[in-house]
């Protein structure tokens, strides 16, 4: 069979399925005079090549390996072992922790071409573990115990681990999909000499430089707890959510930093909609594609985003944003995302050439 990959199944059971992404991007930040050096202006970036296979294995089994080529080496990302043959499925390898909308929903489906500040700042990342889920009609239940990331694992200092859980609600009332959820992270160090930095880039990857950051703060855990909310009716959605995190810090005041945004959008072309399953954004699928005459599928989002890391002395900046997109789906599996935005940088790492710690920015990122 031939659904974008060709997949090989046998009568027993066994299935195999090549897979992969490419995004190639294009993106600028323009920032006040000594804030980005030689980093800002029109910049290109081949931002993921993932390559892997994924299929099932008679007795109820899955499995998928898969690695990202774009740094020019690979990179693990979803590397795992599913066992499961009802709504209960239990999951051992290298797979994301359970914590947000934003972060479970696949970059290949996300509204803008970057997640949401708080996802990176707060270092959410795939890392090896077991976890359990159970999947019914109305419920998804998510919980597991986990390590580190499988690059960092090979530092012996590493030796992090943690609790994470998410609860989801997700009825249909006729053509309207709901969506309200909750999660929770505890994550012990384990070091001897631990620290905990949170930074964020600015709404861009083709850039190295985090304009809010930290920087590395001595702290022997964290523990954090996400509430989100999304609806999907005809044309039409809409998404929130709040993320809070504690950085456990020895003697001295815990701070707690916050991340969100709120976020509105609308398919624009007849009979579309934008996807949903199992407690995640799916594909955008045109009903009619440039292949059947049409023009695929267009949608427009708005979002407001914030990410503040300041609390209990520590400065870390805060960072707002105003971003409008434009997402076109010729096909199934083509996507074109353009994004704008407008930054709020105050108590900024790095100061202008002024020394002016509190200044606006202008983004853009074009991803094929």
Do not use: C
Not at 65 to 72: I, N, R
Not at 307 to 324: F, S, T, W, Y
Not at 362 to 368: I, M, Q, S, W, Y
Request: net charge neutral; proline share 5%.
């Amino acid at each position: 069979g031939w659904r974008g990959p060709p997949e090989i199944k046998t009568a027993d059971g066994w299935s195999f399925k090549p897979r992969g992404r490419m995004q190639f991007d294009v993106a600028s930040i323009d920032a006040p005079a000594g804030v980005m050096g030689t980093h800002g202006g029109l910049t290109t970036e081949i931002r993921r090549v993932f390559l892997g296979v994924d299929g099932k294995i008679p007795g109820g089994f899955s499995y998928r390996v898969e690695a990202d080529f774009a740094g020019g080496s690979a990179e693990l990302t979803d590397v795992y072992l599913t066992y499961g043959q009802g709504p209960l499925s239990v999951t051992v390898g290298h797979i994301r922790h359970f914590t947000s909308l934003e972060d479970v929903t696949s970059d290949l489906f996300t509204s803008f071409t970057e997640r949401a500040a708080f996802v990176p700042a707060f270092g959410f990342e795939r890392r090896v573990g077991l976890g359990v889920q159970y999947k019914g009609k109305q419920i998804l239940a998510q919980a597991g115990l986990l390590g580190h990331n499988a690059n960092d694992l090979l530092n012996d200092a590493n030796n992090s681990i943690s609790a994470d859980g998410r609860l989801v609600w997700m009825p249909k009332f006729g053509k309207t999909q709901l969506h309200l959820g909750g999660s929770a992270h505890i994550r012990d160090f384990n070091d001897q000499s631990p620290t905990a930095r949170y930074r964020a880039r600015p709404y861009v990857h083709t850039t190295d430089v985090r304009l809010i950051d930290t920087g590395n703060i001595d702290a022997t855990g964290e523990r954090g707890y996400g509430l989100e909310a999304a609806v999907v009716s005809g044309p039409f959605h809409a998404s929130g959510e709040g993320f809070w995190q504690t950085m456990k810090r020895p003697g001295v005041t815990d701070p707690t930093f916050f991340g969100g945004y709120a976020e509105v959008g609308m398919v624009l072309t007849p009979g579309d909609s934008r996807s949903y399953r199992d407690g995640a954004f799916d594909r955008l699928k045109p009903s009619k594609s440039i292949t059947d005459g049409g023009i695929g599928a267009i949608e427009i989002n708005a979002r407001y985003d914030h990410l503040d890391l300041n609390d209990a002395g520590i400065v870390g900046g805060q960072q707002r944003a105003a971003l409008i997109g434009i997402v076109w789906a010729p096909i199934d599996y083509i996507r074109i995302t353009a994004n704008y935005g407008k930054l709020w940088i105050d108590d900024a790492r790095i100061p202008t050439a002024a020394g002016d710690r509190s200044y606006t920015a202008d983004t853009f990122g074009l991803r094929t």
